[in-house]
């Protein structure tokens, strides 16, 4: 099965900042890698898929990058909506499908 | 409107089952592969099973196989998956998820999940 793993597991921002989320892969997955947002209570949403395109509907404040087995979510602008946590996904070799184990971002 | 309502969702004690629904609607659910993802309390998302459109190609997680068994029923825009001989490591929220059609087969709608929760 690919492993996925997630850096840092929790960051602490301010409205306005620029986060950096980073998601690693343990072998090669091309850009078969999607990002989720996950809120409190709620189901993900899809945020960012094929590594670096947009999903319907998100807003341009997000975007991703990176191929192989080093990706990256980017939030430019924190908004107060963006507080919630981060999954990567790959669906390069599956099943199964795997997750990485997420990011929380909160408020400083 | 995509919907995926999902249903069944309970208490039960360990060795127990449970049927879990799913009620599809706003697309056409016949043409779509389908998933259930669960997740723990306070834990990270783990992926269950899989289901293609006709329901021939099906898969599980290590953790679940040969317990759970995924289905569907296109004529009624249904997903279902029977959970038998549940633990307590099975207690999650088990969400209802379309596979889409973009490149590199993201998971586009996701239902606002079921708990089940396993305990003596």
């Known amino acids: 099965d690919i492993q996925m793993t997630q850096s840092p597991s929790s960051l602490s921002a301010s409205v306005g900042d620029r986060v950096t989320i980073t998601c690693r892969a343990s072998?090669?997955?091309?850009?078969?890698l999607n990002w989720y947002q996950q809120k409190p209570g709620k189901a993900p949403i899809l945020l960012i898929y094929?590594?670096?395109r947009l999903f319907s509907g998100v807003p341009s404040r997000f975007s991703g990058s990176g191929s192989g087995t080093d990706f990256t979510l980017t939030i430019s602008s924190l908004q107060p909506e963006d507080f919630a946590s981060y999954y990567c996904?790959?669906?390069?070799?599956?099943?199964?499908?795997?997750f990485g184990p997420g990011t929380k971002v909160d408020l400083k | 409107e995509v919907q995926l309502v999902e249903s069944g969702g309970g208490l039960v004690e360990p060795g127990e089952s449970l049927r879990l629904s799913c009620a599809a609607s706003?697309?056409?659910?016949?043409?779509?592969?389908m998933h259930w993802v669960r997740q723990a309390p306070g834990k990270g998302l783990e992926w269950v099973s899989s289901?293609?459109?006709?329901?021939?190609?099906?898969n599980y997680a290590d953790a679940v196989r040969g317990r759970f068994t995924i289905s569907r029923d296109n004529a009624q825009n249904s997903l279902f998956l029977q959970m038998n001989s549940l633990r307590a490591e099975d207690t999650a929220v088990y969400y209802c998820?379309?596979?889409?059609?973009?490149?590199?087969?993201?998971?586009?709608?996701w239902g606002q999940g079921t708990l089940v929760s396993v305990s003596s």
């Open positions: 998820v379309r596979e889409s059609k973009l490149e590199r087969l993201p998971f586009d709608y």
């Open positions: 706003g697309f056409k659910f016949s043409i779509y592969d």
């Open positions: 289901i293609v459109t006709t329901g021939r190609y099906i």
């Open positions: 072998q090669n997955i091309v850009t078969y």
């Open positions: 094929d590594a670096s």
């Open positions: 996904q790959q669906t390069y070799i599956t099943p199964p499908v795997t």
